[in-house]
């Protein structure tokens, strides 16, 4: 009985697990097929002789619209706006945090209900106001717009996390630190940040993964040279030149999604345990 | 240092949690001011506000004559012990006694100096490179009195700074607390729930309920003329005796009457007539007259075996309800006009079960309106 349900569970979580991994190992593999091998063979199939021409193509003479330089600028353009923006909107958002836990002040309350709600606002509601927002101070179709454009929106979740995070610091602390004579920010500085690390981990994942794979401000606040990796893959599969090269496509797929991959390899485990943390005491 | 006064002082949370109810107390230079009350009466508030921690709803906070309200706390001068110790969770033993020093500038040399000597007055030198969270909650509370002790404020604030410790290191800290105030004669404000060190460590005492001072002086004063029962029966352990009696005057003496034993078992319970010599007859303005019923406090070291008073006070025999040695007393429970009385006699004494005769020294009790729980008067 016991070993049949056991069986039964495994059985269940081998299915799962093969259905989520699917279409992972078809990119994989289709990848590094030749465009012959493609034509011939199942979806499924490995790769009888394994290139990585595909890769090389997609990263550095592939065509998307009119350059032909691969991936590579756009995959460093994406660098470029995701690293900032995801350190400033996470440094913002643990001070905001930090105040709206620990500095409250008349009408805190309302301030953080208003970012509450600036969580479940979506993408296209703030296009067009945004776009005037960037007209208006001459950032628009800048690589600087685009940072400030996934800050202002992120900060929203960012703010919501560490004033979870910090809701779970005893006040008392931060009254020992005031009577040791530390301000605000020293306070920050030496008191909260050094406990502040499974959160850092949560925040830096979820804004490196929503701004890395964000496509739709890309497309509407880049400009031609400050596009991210997201809008080039999509110009790249929709750009073709006679055959459609599925080898080609999938390789850069993956790239794309190589750096959010690796993000949550390096700090996955943070992740969990910063996401539970509070939850129990001690 | 500094003279502390408190006047008027209002607290409310949100709209209409009201905390504290206009506490005024004022203490000199130098002083130390013991804060009891009941859980939730709102000490550590005052305490917080004191600090610059909270803000004051109504009233001031003076300083040296200076009403500093509006100072922020790092201006105040004052260290703090707080309730739930609030040691840096990041930093070393040593960090968390030395940040306070090192954010007001005190050079390396001294700060290496005084952590020493805050170490070895607290037995923590071997914690010194240990975080909070490997420390034990006595060792915490060790640390977190170290912190406030490395710096001589003008104020001291102690909120229970000892109430985690076992009995062996509490009486040393004790000791050492009262040192410390006598060598620097640092104006101090002590929360604690510990009798002893309440009697001990105060100059002044105030006792507090739901927010009010119910009583603020000495600890003579608190202990032998409790304005209220509250008061008495908060201060002292075991508290101190509410008897109901009826008053009567017998040969132009001042007497209570009272039920002795328990009244449920009617055949046993018998009235008898306690003379309360030293209260003065002609002090008619305080004292009721007769066939008033009133509420006679006596402490339980005032109702003792005969032979300790050596033929002094007003002689009862009671019945014994129980009878528990605490190895320097026995303490006898009975029952006097209805109510669980508490008696202190000699070890030994009373533990056969008979009937006991007490000696009571009236010259002690204090009398209670039933009604309002007022003291309405003092023997002494
Ligand atoms: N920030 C706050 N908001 C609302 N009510 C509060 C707040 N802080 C304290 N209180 C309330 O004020 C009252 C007094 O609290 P306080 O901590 O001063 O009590 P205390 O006398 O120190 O008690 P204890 O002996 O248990 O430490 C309590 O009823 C508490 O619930
Ligand atoms: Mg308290």
Redesign the pocket.
């Known amino acids: 009985m016991n070993i049949i349900s056991r069986v039964f569970l495994y059985g269940i979580l081998i299915l799962a697990a093969l259905y989520a991994l699917a279409p992972m190992w078809v990119m994989l593999a289709t990848s590094l097929k030749t465009l012959d091998e493609i034509r011939d063979g199942s979806l499924i199939a490995a790769p009888h002789a394994p290139t990585f021409a595909p890769w090389l193509k997609a990263w550095g003479t592939a065509c998307s619209g009119v350059r032909c330089d691969g991936l590579k600028p756009f995959f460093l353009n994406s660098l470029l706006m995701t690293v900032p923006s995801v350190l400033i909107s996470t440094l913002v958002g643990a001070l905001n945090g930090y105040a709206l836990t620990h500095w409250r002040f008349r009408g805190s309350d309302a301030l953080f209900t208003l970012l509450l709600v600036g969580c479940f606002i979506p993408f296209q509601v703030v296009l067009l106001p945004m776009a005037r927002t960037l007209g208006a101070i001459g950032l628009s179709g800048s690589m600087f717009g685009l940072i400030l454009v996934h800050v202002v929106y992120g900060l929203a979740f960012t703010t919501l996390f560490f004033r979870n995070y910090y809701l779970g610091v005893p006040?008392e602390l931060i009254k020992a630190a005031r009577v040791d004579g530390a301000g605000f920010f020293v306070i920050f500085w030496r008191i909260l940040l050094p406990i502040s690390g499974p959160i850092f981990m949560v925040c830096i994942i979820w804004q490196f993964t929503q701004i890395w794979n964000d496509f739709l401000f890309g497309v509407v606040f880049a400009g031609a040279d400050s596009q991210p990796i997201t809008v080039a893959l999509n110009n790249l599969v929709r750009t073709s030149t006679g055959v459609k090269e599925y080898n080609v496509d999938m390789a850069a797929a993956i790239i794309a999604g190589l750096p959010t991959l690796l993000v949550y390899i390096v700090a996955g485990k943070y992740f969990v345990r910063g996401l539970t943390a509070g939850a129990v005491k001690g | 240092m500094a003279s502390l006064g408190i006047h008027n002082i209002r607290?409310t949370?949100?709209k209409n949690?009201e905390?504290?109810k206009g506490i005024n107390l004022d203490i000199a230079d130098g002083e130390f001011l013991i804060?009891v009350?009941?859980?939730?009466?709102?000490?550590?508030?005052?305490?917080?506000m004191i600090a610059g921690l909270?803000t004051v709803t109504e009233g001031d906070i003076v300083m040296d004559g200076k009403r500093v309200n509006d100072l922020p706390p790092k201006d105040r001068d004052i260290a703090m012990v707080f309730?739930s110790y609030a040691l840096y969770p990041s930093m070393s033993v040593r960090d968390n006694i030395a940040f306070g020093l090192s954010l007001r500038k005190v050079p390396q040399v001294e700060q290496n100096a005084t952590i020493a000597r805050v170490a070895k007055l607290l037995q923590i030198e071997a914690l010194l490179d240990r975080k909070p969270a490997q420390l034990s909650g006595g060792q915490r509370q060790r640390v977190a009195m170290g912190r406030a002790l490395a710096r001589e404020p003008k104020i001291f604030l102690f909120?229970?700074p000892l109430s985690n410790l076992d009995a062996k290191l509490r009486v040393e800290m004790r000791s050492e607390i009262k040192l410390l105030h006598k060598r620097l004669g640092i104006t101090t404000v002590y929360?604690t729930?510990d009798q002893i060190e309440a009697m001990t460590l105060g100059d002044k005492i105030a006792v507090?309920k739901d927010?009010v001072v119910q009583q603020f002086g000495t600890p003579d004063e608190i202990y032998n003329r409790p304005v209220n029962t509250f008061v008495a029966s908060f201060m002292g352990s075991p508290p101190m005796n509410l008897i109901p009696v009826t008053l009567a005057v017998n040969d132009g003496v001042l007497c209570a009457e009272l039920s002795v034993g328990r009244a449920v078992d009617e055949s046993t319970t018998q009235v008898a007539r306690l003379p309360l010599l030293g209260f003065n007859l002609s002090d008619l303005a305080t004292i009721p007259e007769a066939g008033t019923s009133v509420l006679l406090g006596l402490r339980p070291e005032h109702m003792t075996d005969a032979g300790r008073m050596q033929g002094r006070g007003s002689r009862l025999t009671v019945p014994v309800d129980l009878a528990e040695s605490t190895g320097a007393d026995t303490l006898l429970f009975t029952t006097l006009g209805g109510a669980r009385c508490v008696c202190r006699l000699h070890p030994g004494a009373a533990l056969g079960g008979e009937d006991v005769e007490l000696a009571v020294d009236v010259a002690a009790a204090v009398l209670f309106d039933p009604e309002s729980q007022q003291a309405i008067a003092f023997a002494r």
Request: hydrophobic share 30%; net charge negative.
């Open positions: 006040g | 607290k949370f949100g949690i905390v504290l804060l009350g009941g859980s939730g009466c709102g000490k550590s508030t005052l305490l917080n909270e309730q909120d229970e929360v729930h507090m927010g």
